[in-house]
T-cell receptor, first 108, second 111 residues
Framework: KNEVEQSPQNLTAQEGEFITINCSYSVGISALHWLQQHPGGGIVSLFMLSSGKKKHGRLIATINIQEKHSSLHITASHPRDSAVYICALSQYGNKLVFGAGTILRVKS | NAGVTQTPKFRILKIGQSMTLQCTQDMNHNYMYWYRQDPGMGLKLIYYSVGAGITDKGEVPNGYNVSRSTTEDFPLRLELAAPSQTSVYFC??????????FGDGTRLSIL
């Protein structure tokens, strides 16, 4: 069983929809990261969180440590949000363990 | 404001050839990492470094070597290229306990 499981694997949404991507994990962590990867592009860190909730623009990340679960929400989705969203765990030190990613396509 | 710079961006190698993927960062980060990304799979850690002169193996180190002679540079060496090493390679750096900054990646094909 993978330490990090993301769902869904693929997601297609209409512009303006509220989007949720989920991440479940099975190990103790020091922090959870959400990253974004555009097609053919590099990887950008969106959030790093160890408790509660963080918000940046239209993006919201939440984590429930007891349930070992995190969600990434996108409000008022836009075609430019189309990307792969990756959940990753910090267990000790700075090393990350990555999920396989969720491919998001937002149609106009 | 360069961040993490990787070269080359693309490369085709023949089986058995060797090459070095270059990575440099200008943020004075102590931590540096090399990952590979295969289609449909999460990134896998190849090697990492917590400071100049210190390196350690990650999850998939076989067939690769690294060195860290300076804070800025963390090259990844492939000695005898094999088709299984066809992948996209990402270098990243971070300060301790902070998010990682990634380079744009090197797309490597071995034929």
């Amino acid at each position: 069983k993978n330490e990090v499981e993301q769902s869904p694997q693929n997601l297609t949404a209409q512009e303006g929809e509220f989007i949720t991507i989920n991440c479940s994990y099975s190990v103790g962590i020091s922090a959870l990261h959400w990253l974004q990867q555009h097609p053919g592009g590099g990887i950008v860190s969106l959030f790093m969180l160890s408790s509660g909730k963080k918000k940046h623009g239209r993006l919201i990340a939440t984590i429930n440590i007891q349930e070992k679960h995190s969600s990434l929400h996108i409000t008022a989705s836009h075609p430019r949000d189309s990307a792969v969203y990756i959940c990753a765990l910090s267990q000790y030190g700075n090393k990350l363990v990555f999920g396989a990613g969720t491919i998001l396509r937002v149609k106009s | 404001n360069a961040g993490v710079t990787q070269t080359p961006k693309f490369r085709i190698l023949k089986i058995g050839q060797s090459m070095t993927l270059q990575c440099t960062q200008d943020m004075n980060h102590n931590y540096m990492y090399w990952y590979r990304q295969d289609p449909g799979m999460g990134l896998k850690l190849i090697y990492y470094s917590v400071g100049a002169g210190i390196t350690d193996k990650g999850e998939v180190p076989n067939g690769y070597n690294v060195s860290r002679s300076t804070t800025e540079d963390f090259p990844l060496r492939l000695e005898l290229a094999a088709p299984s090493q066809t992948s996209v390679y990402f270098c990243a750096s971070s300060a301790r306990g902070q998010p990682q900054h990634f380079g744009d990646g090197t797309r490597l094909s071995i034929l």
